[in-house]
């Protein structure tokens, strides 16, 4: 009786627990892991199949430490260079983006690289003026004239310089120029004046002022800057017309009594004489000649610096021309030359 008892006890709790195992797997996707006999004895039973080939595929796997997720497979087939995070709130954040530089960083790196020589040392357009002592005599002088010294004049100019870079420069402007010198003429120029009362005189000096609007063609190097100081140096064209010409004679220790049809006992005269005139139609229309500069600049402040140097000139043309034959009948050949001290402001 005892033992009947227990057999129908046994055969409950197995009837009970197959449905029970059977109910959990098929409800959760996830694979169940049993081993009970009664779980084999149920499947295998009145189906003719094994154990082994009835039991979930899952079981006999080992489950994937990391799941396959759509996050993950588009970041296998990103490229090398970017890498994928995943965040709390899942979504991805890739090493790229936080690589990007910003626009702060951009700017330093722009400051902190050397400037171009290419670029403009400041502004694209610098205006200057300028005032210049200038000595001014003539060259390859023809016998029988001899230079006597030089004429000093003051010349004023206005320039306008265009950055090319590389410390280039190249300008133009306008000035008003006057060249001039001194000349010993020979002891017949006044013959022409022996009718008047000359009787004789040690030596005549004639002076010369020519004065030109003239438009120059600058080219100039300078230097770097140096602690606001800048040295350059430039050659130049420059191209004039006359707007002005005139003379002065001085004749010392001459000799002069008027004719003798006029004032017979008139007494002869002894001192010197100053004769003053224009003669444009004498003087050579055009001046072209060629310019060296050298100076240096100071930057006294952001838009003001001063400047100052030395510059020689040479004339090409004849400062006159056959018109100005004198009484001899020499014609007297003269290039003019210049030598200046300059000191001016640049904007």
């Given at each position: 009786m005892k033992?009947?008892?227990?057999?129908?006890?046994?055969?409950?709790?197995?009837?009970?627990?197959?449905?029970?195992?059977?109910?959990?797997?098929?409800?959760?996707?996830?694979?169940v892991f049993i081993d009970s006999p009664a779980y084999v004895l149920q499947n295998g039973g009145g189906t003719g199949t094994s154990a082994e080939a009835t039991r979930p595929a899952t079981t006999a796997q080992t489950p994937a430490t990391t799941p396959t997720t759509a996050t993950s497979r588009a970041a296998a087939h990103r490229p090398a260079a970017t890498t994928t995070y995943a965040n709390a709130s899942g979504s991805e954040t890739?090493?790229?983006?936080?690589?990007?530089?910003?626009?702060?960083?951009?700017?330093?790196?722009?400051?902190?690289?050397?400037?171009?020589?290419?670029?403009?040392?400041?502004k694209l357009v610098y205006v200057s003026f300028d005032v210049a002592p200038v000595f001014n005599w003539y060259a390859n002088i023809a016998r029988p004239f001899d230079r006597?010294?030089?004429?000093?004049?003051?010349?004023?100019?206005?320039?306008?310089d265009f950055d090319l870079?590389?410390?280039?420069?190249?300008?133009?402007?306008?000035?008003?120029?006057?060249?001039?010198?001194?000349?010993?003429?020979?002891?017949?120029?006044?013959?022409?004046?022996?009718?008047?009362?000359?009787?004789?005189?040690?030596?005549?000096?004639?002076?010369?002022t020519v004065s030109y609007i003239e438009i120059p063609l600058v080219f100039r190097v300078q230097s770097d800057d140096m602690n606001g100081w800048r040295v350059f140096g430039s050659v130049a064209g420059h191209f004039g017309v006359r707007v002005l010409a005139k003379y002065r004679d001085t004749y010392d220790d001459f000799a002069y009594?008027?004719?003798?049809?006029?004032?017979?006992?008139?007494?002869?005269?002894?001192?010197?004489?100053?004769r003053e005139g224009k003669f444009n139609k004498q003087t050579n229309l055009w001046s072209v000649a060629l310019g060296l500069k050298f100076g240096a600049s100071?930057?006294?402040?952001?838009?003001?610096?001063?400047?100052?140097?030395?510059?020689?000139?040479?004339?090409?043309?004849?400062?006159?021309?056959?018109r100005h034959e004198q009484p001899n009948g020499i014609y007297p050949h003269m290039k003019p030359q210049q030598f200046e001290i300059f000191a001016g402001i640049t904007f």
């Open positions: 033992k009947t008892a227990w057999i129908l006890v046994a055969a409950l709790l197995l009837d009970g627990a197959v449905p029970c195992s059977t109910s959990v797997a098929a409800q959760s996707n996830k694979p890739t090493a790229a983006v936080a690589a990007k530089p910003t626009n702060k960083t951009t700017a330093q790196s722009k400051a902190d690289k050397p400037r171009s020589p290419l670029a403009r040392q400041g006597k010294g030089c004429r000093v004049i003051v010349n004023p100019t206005l320039s306008v870079g590389y410390y280039m420069l190249l300008g133009t402007g306008v000035s008003f120029n006057t060249t001039g010198g001194r000349l010993q003429f020979p002891s017949d120029y006044v013959n022409q004046y022996e009718s008047s009362g000359f009787s004789s005189y040690n030596q005549v000096l004639r002076s010369y009594r008027p004719p003798l049809t006029d004032a017979p006992q008139t007494p002869l005269l002894n001192g010197t004489l100053i100071y930057q006294v402040a952001d838009a003001l610096a001063l400047r100052f140097g030395i510059g020689y000139r040479y004339g090409f043309l004849d400062a006159f021309t056959k």
